[in-house]
T-cell receptor, first 113, second 116 residues
Framework: ETGVTQSPTHLIKTRGQQVTLRCSSQSGHNTVSWYQQALGQGPQFIFQ???????GRGNFPPRFSGLQFPNYSSELNVNALELDDSALYLCASSPDRNLRGQYFGPGTRLTVT | GENVEQHPSTLSVQEGDSAVIKCTYSDSASNYFPWYKQELGKRPQLIID?????GEKKDQRIAVTLNKTAKHFSLHITETQPEDSAVYFCAARTGQGSSNTGKLIFGQGTTLQVKP
């Protein structure tokens, strides 16, 4: 298995609440990308961080935000949770922003009730 | 907009047969095409990738071909085994532009079932 880790594994939240998901990138990787994977679908790109700065964003509203820290770990924050936010949230790290050799973490399963 | 179409959505083959999964991308500036395998309840795993400057790449029983003119790429698995059963995703990295902000766009996935 690769070195990308995520926490927590599972999370249950109520509509309107806020959530923070965490990701530790593989050693030597400076780029972290976040994806939302709904059941039966492919991962949807949320945004990417390269050396602590947002370096690209998908079609997600501003209530999805993130951070990358000096050690290249990252957080995904989602405000004002909606039922449709229920999904598997995957982070992936790569050696650089070219995204070649991108490895995924195990994901956080978020359920919004 | 940027899009990757993947076919078929499900594929069932007998052990030992070959399996082919096809993807088409819309962004002609796309230049990197990875394939991921996702087993039930597990993370997607990178199994093979190809850059736009080559037409084919092989790794044991797995091969990927790329036709840039047609904006089409395919995954070929030979001598399939039951452990190949999983969901396979193709992806294309969109054109990066001057700010180098390319992103991976994934297909919808193909559920491969290999029958013993």
């Amino acid at each position: 298995e690769t070195g990308v880790t995520q926490s927590p594994t599972h999370l249950i939240k109520t509509r309107g609440q806020q959530v923070t998901l965490r990701c530790s990138s593989q050693s030597g990787h400076n780029t972290v990308s976040w994806y939302q994977q709904a059941l039966g679908q492919g991962p949807q790109f949320i945004f990417q961080y390269y050396r602590e700065e947002e370096n690209g964003r998908g079609n997600f509203p501003p209530r999805f935000s993130g951070l990358q820290f000096p050690n290249y770990s990252s957080e995904l924050n989602v405000n004002a949770l909606e039922l449709d936010d229920s999904a598997l949230y995957l982070c992936a790290s790569s050696p650089d922003r070219n995204l070649r050799g991108q490895y995924f973490g195990p994901g956080t399963r978020l359920t919004v009730t | 907009g940027e899009n990757v179409e993947q076919h078929p959505s499900t594929l069932s083959v007998q052990e030992g047969d070959s399996a082919v999964i096809k993807c088409t991308y819309s962004d002609s500036a796309s230049n990197y095409f990875p394939w991921y395998k996702q087993e039930l309840g597990k993370r997607p795993q990178l199994i093979i990738d190809i850059r736009s400057n080559v037409g084919e790449k092989k790794d044991q029983r797995i091969a990927v071909t790329l036709n840039k003119t047609a904006k089409h790429f395919s995954l070929h698995i030979t001598e399939t085994q039951p452990e190949d059963s999983a969901v396979y995703f193709c992806a294309a990295r969109t054109g990066q532009g001057s700010s180098n902000t390319g992103k991976l766009i994934f297909g919808q996935g193909t559920t491969l079932q290999v029958k013993p």
